[in-house]
């Protein structure tokens, strides 16, 4: 299986930053890759797939980048709605999809 | 718009098997643009890929669970069925149905805690 490694685990931050989370996959996936941001209680929500293309009515502030191994999302302008735990998952075909371990953003 | 939710006991024995629906409204599961995909998430952890239904029948599963996971639909109903066999403490979990756009989750359910204990 494609193992995938975020970093960091948490994240502290406050109103206004630019924030960035990596995503680390152990194999080269191309731009099979996509984001999702989860708030307690509630299902996952896709913000970004093929590494670096926003699903629609997800706000500009998101933004991914990256190919192969190594992955970025960008939160610019962090706002308090941000607050959440953010997944990357890789979804390179005959190969079971896995998800990273999640980093948790905190807004200072 | 297309919604999907999950529905099912929300407690099982251990060694009993674990059976989900997931009913989709306002689209179709015969789409041929679409997977349909269980995911689920154990409290406090992270995320797992259980498997996925396409509309010729074709399944896929993680080879983690493959021997005791069995995926199912009901065109007519609009629904697809999760089934996972021998079930312990360590599936006590959420489970999330959600649609597949070529490997990635574009819409989910609200998700269904399933809780294994005797």
């Known amino acids: 299986d494609i193992q995938m490694t975020q970093s960091p685990s948490t994240l502290s931050a406050s109103v206004g930053d630019r924030v960035t989370i990596t995503c ?11 984001w999702y941001q989860q ?10 797939y093929k590494a670096s293309t926003l699903e629609s009515g997800v ?15 960008t939160i610019s302008s962090l706002q308090p709605d941000d607050s959440a735990t953010y997944y990357c998952q890789q979804y390179v075909s005959n190969s079971p999809y896995t998800f990273g371990q999640g980093t948790k953003l905190e807004i200072k | 718009q297309v919604q999907l939710q999950e529905s099912g006991p929300g407690l099982v024995k251990p060694s009993q098997t674990l059976s989900l629906t997931c009913t989709v409204s306002g689209g179709s ?3 041929a643009v679409y997977y349909w995909s269980w995911i689920r998430q154990p409290a406090g952890k ?9 509309t010729t029948g074709t399944m896929n599963y993680n080879p983690s669970l493959e021997s005791r996971v069995t995926i199912s639909a009901d065109k007519s109903k609009n629904q697809f069925f999760l089934n996972l066999s021998s079930v312990t ?7 999330y149905c959600a649609r ?12 269904t805690l399933v809780t294994v204990s005797s």
């Open chain 2, 29 to 31: 599961i015969s789409s």
């Open chain 1, 39 to 48: 708030k307690p209680g509630k299902a996952p929500k896709l913000l970004i």
């Open chain 2, 89 to 95: 403490a360590a599936d006590s979990a959420v489970y």
């Open chain 1, 24 to 34: 680390r996959a152990s194999q080269r996936i191309s731009n099979a890759l996509a």
């Open chain 2, 100 to 111: 597949d756009h070529g490997g990635y989750r574009d819409l989910w359910g609200q998700g």
């Open chain 2, 46 to 54: 992270g995320l797992e890929w259980i498997g996925r239904f396409y």
């Open chain 1, 59 to 73: 706000t500009s502030r998101f933004s991914g980048s990256g190919s192969d191994t190594d992955f970025t999302l």
